[in-house]
């Protein structure tokens, strides 16, 4: 699979930028075997047709302008209403980052990473103690939320090129220590399995969506030893319980950060 990172964007640390210079792309992934960073070959005819996921181009945006914004939201809110959550609809502001993954103009991801700011997290509604707790031991805590993933199609690699993007602008970029996430008790063992979460948090009822939550917490200094160890490695994700493997190389995330932090 090989990453082009398209030039001219410029990141995090410019958020004032008009908003179309937002919408660009971050990354388009091709499971295609090229040189790292390099623009994906196009698609024949016979693979546009009848391939899986794994085997298709995807690429990974911020969703900031209202029409992404609205995609990302119906995304959340078909997916949440299918399990019987509520949700409410995205508010933009300057501490949510939402990134979505599309495939030929199709939402079938998105990630919302939150930073913490004197207003602080969603989660401290019902883990305010916690999340105090990190704080005044010198933890940087920041969250995700509204995660949805289209399963008709379902894929690893997607999963992980938005956790991989959301931890570039949180750690990479912004030295976050810590994140956290409130997830439904029947499915925090996924977290904790595939990506290491730990349960941080007792089960208590979510109001915002109607349904029991867990808060899980994972350290942002095990992520980096993972993605040392194995980002990129896709041919020994079959012997890992693990998303690692379907995260970006190291080679590739530096080229991300550069890309996204300088517009180089």
Known sequence: MSVNIPKGFTGFTQRSKAAE????????ISPYQL???VLPEPLSAAHQSGEKIEE?????????????????????????AGRGYKTNDFNKSPERITLMASQNDKVIGTLTLGLDTPHGLLV?????????NLRQAGRKVCELTKLAVDQTHGSKHILASLFH???IYG?????????????????AAFYKRMLGFTE?????????????AVLLRL??????????LLGGKTESAQGERSLYPYFFSKTDEIGITNRVTHGG
């Open 21 to 28: 210079e937002w919408d660009k792309t971050i990354v388009a």
């Open 35 to 37: 040189k790292d960073l």
């Open 56 to 80: 298709q181009a995807f690429k990974i945006r911020l969703a900031h302008s209202t029409e992404r914004v609205s995609s990302a939201s119906m995304l959340v809110q078909r997916k949440y």
């Open 124 to 132: 401290e509604e019902l883990y305010k103690q916690e999340i105090d």
């Open 165 to 167: 993007i959301a931890y």
């Open 171 to 187: 750690r990479v970029m912004q030295g976050y220590t810590d994140v956290v996430i409130e997830v439904n008790p029947r499915h």
């Open 200 to 212: 941080f948090g007792p089960e208590r009822l979510c109001s915002r969506v109607n349904a029991p």
């Open 219 to 228: 350290e942002l200094d095990y992520v980096d030893r993972q993605i040392e």
